[in-house]
């Protein structure tokens, strides 16, 4: 079993969003699959119940119950455990990246995002843990051409210690309406510009969880 941390100390990062898609991608695919919800806002846990079809396990649990729940979901024979956490307390996220094997810091491309995620992958790095950032809700004027951030937001984002990911995923309203249903947006829009956003990062997520990843990435968007 692997388990994805979910993270951001910024609040409007798109950290649930995040989580609730790729957990939902998983599933889809077949995976035995449980969602952690230890944020006290319980918004993942909201988007789930919104769901009619089938779906992955949730717990609500509290950062304590964490090695309990890892260890409920390795005997259940679950494939991958998502842990979506609060921006605070900070012990809290401690106990989530401690259990990980990978963790997803999440944030936008711009400049009041910068710092933390600096901050968070500084604490992923402080606990010994491997991840990577996922650039969120970044803005483009064509569905077909994904953006790039900032130059000088890539250039800092190159010394925090952790690697971009190839790819991340762009602000548009399908993921906001998917949400609100408890569907990921490969199941709202199969095919569509959100969809392949997401499957992309998830298919480099999984790669790298399975030690397939290959090289470094440079650039956190890609076409």
């Known amino acids: 079993m692997k388990t994805i941390t979910v993270l951001s ?12 898609n790729l957990t ?21 846990s909201d ?10 396990v949730l717990a ?12 409920n979901a390795m005997r259940d024979g679950v494939d991958y455990l998502v842990i979506d956490t609060p921006a605070m307390p900070e012990a809290d996220v401690a106990q989530a990246v ?13 400049f009041l995002d910068l710092a933390p995620i600096v901050r968070s992958a500084e604490a992923v790095r402080r606990l010994g843990k491997d991840g990577m950032v996922v650039l969120n809700q970044a803005h483009t004027s064509r569905s077909d051409v994904a953006p790039a951030a900032f130059p ?10 952790l690697p971009l990911a190839p790819h991340g995923l762009r602000a548009r309203e399908a993921f906001q309406t998917a949400m609100a249903h408890g ?28 030690g397939l990843d290959e090289k470094p990435m440079r650039t956190a968007l890609t076409a």
Do not use: Y
């Open 98 to 110: 401690n259990i990980a094997d990978l963790c997803l810091v999440a944030g936008r491309p711009s």
């Open 60 to 71: 609500e649990v509290t950062a304590g119950k964490l090695f309990m729940t890892k260890s």
């Open 24 to 44: 939902l991608t998983a599933f889809l695919r077949g995976r035995k699959v449980v969602l952690a919800d230890i944020d006290p806002q319980r918004s993942a």
């Open 47 to 56: 988007a789930l119940r919104a769901r009619r079809e089938p779906g992955p």
């Open 183 to 210: 569907l990921c947006v490969a199941e709202l829009e199969p095919g569509g510009p959100a969809a392949r956003d997401l499957q992309r990062l998830w298919a480099h997520v999984e790669a790298r969880l399975d």
């Open 9 to 20: 100390r910024k609040g409007g990062s798109g950290k649930t969003t995040l989580a609730v």
């Open 152 to 161: 000088e937001i890539l250039e800092a984002l190159r010394f925090c210690g």
